[in-house]
């Protein structure tokens, strides 16, 4: 699923940055239309994330007992994994900015995460593939903090602390994005509502959704496995011909208005976390497709983090050589194509993996995925025993 995500990403990135930007294509029309469907790429990302991430807290919170030795390996773990390699993707786009290749300018914000936390992205858009690695971060910052508080105020069990936090973080975007004003068109829409962190957390909270189900239900997780996929499938996919729909008959004014705050952005979370039962059951039969799928999700945030810069400078040079876009088009997707690969991979292996490998040193390994039928449990931790903090050994 990340595999076809990112390349979807990919393909959309490729045809707004080679094709619409440089003139050789409108944005209007059925090319509209799709353009804006493969927004349910980053959906996709975003409840995987969820999913990951929430099953790894569970267990950790499972296996260290206290509140705050849990969430310390937490932080730990996913800043070494994520923040390194987006610092250097920062200064490479304030440099890119800085030499004229790339709109906008670099601001503290982004070093914050909190270019897009409440509001929409000042523009010109500057590095603009960042507000999902925001959200991502803000997610990570929060669901700890949740569960401590939810903790601090309840003595429930643990497998209800994780159920408040999911609503939360559903609960809350979703309230917010029906006081705000309907979008009047569909760059509106992804400005002040889609692309802001507050509005948006919902997307990974589907993913700590499914995360729940597959370690507290397993009966419900094992059963109806295609049932559920197919009922999932239709709903991601009713969602985007709604949205074809809608850009397809007005484009410009984005008619499907309050629908598109609510329903575009739940039904793709909500059909994805039926789909993982099945998607979580499956193993690559064919050798060649498992190794894909492997290196892809290795590579996955170094492509995206690399993959337009590398279009702008590509776009950059072709001008300053005077070639003509239309003719040498045909070559240069392909070319940006393998070297977005080479890139993201000789980014991973030098730099993004030997750093997140220092973790290791500081910090105990958790597994991530669903889970089977029977928790991961160290000796002595209670199946349901409440998530306080662990009493000090006596001296």
Not at 109 to 135: D, I, R
Not at 318 to 333: F, R, T, Y
Not at 365 to 393: D, H, I, K, N, Y
């Amino acid at each position: 699923m990340r595999t076809i995500a990112i390349s979807v990403v990919l393909m959309n990135h490729g045809f707004l940055g080679f094709f619409v930007g440089p003139g050789l294509s409108r944005w209007e029309g059925w090319r509209a239309a799709l353009s804006a469907c493969a927004v349910f790429s980053i959906e996709w990302l975003f409840v995987l994330s969820g999913f990951l991430i929430g099953s790894m807290m569970i267990r950790s919170f499972e296996t260290r007992g206290g509140w705050g030795a849990s969430a310390r390996d937490f932080w730990l773990r996913r800043w070494f994994r994520t923040i390194p390699n987006y610092y250097l993707f920062l200064l490479v786009n304030a440099l890119l900015a800085w030499w004229g290749v790339e709109e906008g300018r670099f601001a503290w914000s982004f070093a914050l995460f909190s270019q897009n936390l409440a509001s929409a992205q000042v523009k010109p858009l500057f590095f603009a593939e960042a507000w999902s690695l925001a959200l991502d971060e803000w997610f990570y910052f929060l669901m700890p903090l949740l569960l401590g508080l939810a903790a601090l105020l309840t003595r429930l069990e643990r497998r209800q602390l994780f159920w408040i936090v999911a609503g939360l973080l559903i609960g809350v975007p979703s309230v917010l994005r029906t006081v705000v004003t309907p979008s009047a068109h569909f760059f509106q829409w992804d400005d002040d509502i889609r692309r802001v962190t507050l509005m948006h957390l919902d997307a990974t909270g589907w993913g700590v959704v499914a995360a729940i189900l597959s370690r507290w239900h397993p009966r419900w997780w094992a059963s109806w496995q295609g049932a559920k996929a197919l009922l999932g499938l239709t709903l991601t996919i009713g969602a985007a011909a709604a949205m074809f729909y809608f850009m397809l008959i007005d484009w410009r004014g984005f008619a499907g208005g309050r629908f598109n705050d609510l329903a575009l952005i739940a039904a793709p979370g909500v059909g994805i976390v039926l789909i993982l039962p099945w998607l979580a059951s499956q193993r690559a039969g064919v050798p060649g497709l498992r190794w894909l799928a492997a290196r892809m999700g290795d590579y996955s945030y170094s492509v995206y983090l690399c993959h337009f810069p590398l279009m702008l400078l590509m776009v950059h040079f072709a001008k300053a050589l005077g070639l003509d876009l239309g003719i040498h088009v045909g070559w240069m997707v392909p070319l940006w194509l393998v070297l977005v690969l080479a890139l993201s991979a000789l980014v991973f292996h030098i730099f993004e993996k030997p750093v997140s490998d220092l973790r290791e040193r500081f910090t105990r390994r958790v597994q991530a995925g669903p889970f089977g039928t029977q928790p991961v449990l160290e000796p002595g931790v209670r199946r349901r025993e409440p998530m306080v903090p662990a009493p000090s050994p006596d001296p």
